[in-house]
């Protein structure tokens, strides 16, 4: 019995010590926090692990509407996917953007079916796809879409874009988008009528991060 007291008084010891040096560490300013670096391989391993657990924990009970792959749903998506993401996602035809390039962790290219593909069940890729838009990923670059005003209709317009555009060509890319609404946060079946702050009709541009568009130079 007292060995067993010896061996948790000796952890104790050992993680309050350890506890301490991380502390000292940080207070010292140890710990790299600029994005041109990557984290310790230890770090991206618990942070991957603690997202992937409550991810799949949180969008548990989450149901993706009957209609997801109904061809319009996707169509309404592909406008807002063009404004909101695309500039840290990529459009089809677009190797990178300067966001993505300079984000750490850099966003996941959209456009290959990515690491989420591996989720062999469709539904639940699907509720997951939905729970990141609109809750995000903290102190990662992905934004909570549902805080800037997006209903969860026009979220699964998205999710439902994003089963499609891996299979998409660079042409049929523009197609899509041009056919789309352009950028609203409302989704179809939304009573009320849209709000003008939240809704700019016309053709948003493919590829927001182009260059073409403005005179930014390095
Ligand atoms: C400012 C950059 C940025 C914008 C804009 C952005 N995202 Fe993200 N997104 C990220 C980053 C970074 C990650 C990866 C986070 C991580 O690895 O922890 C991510 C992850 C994701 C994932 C998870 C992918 C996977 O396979 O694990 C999805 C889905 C996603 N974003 C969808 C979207 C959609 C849809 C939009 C537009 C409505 C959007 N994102 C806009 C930065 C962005």
């Known amino acids: 019995m007292s060995k067993i007291l010896h061996g948790i008084a000796g952890a104790l010891v050992a993680l309050g010590a350890a506890g301490t040096g991380l502390a000292l560490a940080v207070h010292a300013g140890h710990i790299y926090t600029g994005a041109d670096q990557p984290h310790p391989p230890i770090v991206s391993k618990l942070l991957e692990w603690a997202r992937e657990r409550s991810i799949m924990r949180e969008s548990e009970g989450i149901t993706p509407p009957a209609n997801l792959a109904e061809p319009e749903r996707a169509r309404r998506g592909a406008g807002n ?16 953007s300067e966001l993505r390039t300079a984000l750490y962790p850099q966003p996941p290219n959209l456009v290959q079916a990515g690491k989420s593909s591996a989720i062999a069940d ?97």
């Open 81 to 96: 996917y063009a404004a909101m993401c695309a500039g840290c996602h990529l459009a089809a035809g677009q190797e990178t």
């Open 122 to 218: 469709p539904s639940r890729l699907a509720a997951r796809q939905f729970w990141i838009i609109k809750y995000g990923i903290a102190a990662s670059g992905m934004p909570a879409w549902s805080k800037s005003g997006m209903e969860d209709e026009a979220i699964w317009d998205l999710v439902a874009f994003l089963h499609v555009l891996p299979t998409l060509s660079t042409e049929k890319y523009r197609q899509i988008v041009a056919a789309s609404d352009g950028h609203s946060h409302r989704g179809a079946d939304t009573p009320h009528p849209p709000a003008a702050a939240t809704r700019t009709r016309g053709k948003p541009d493919p590829h927001p991060n182009s260059h073409s568009h403005d005179k930014h130079s390095h």
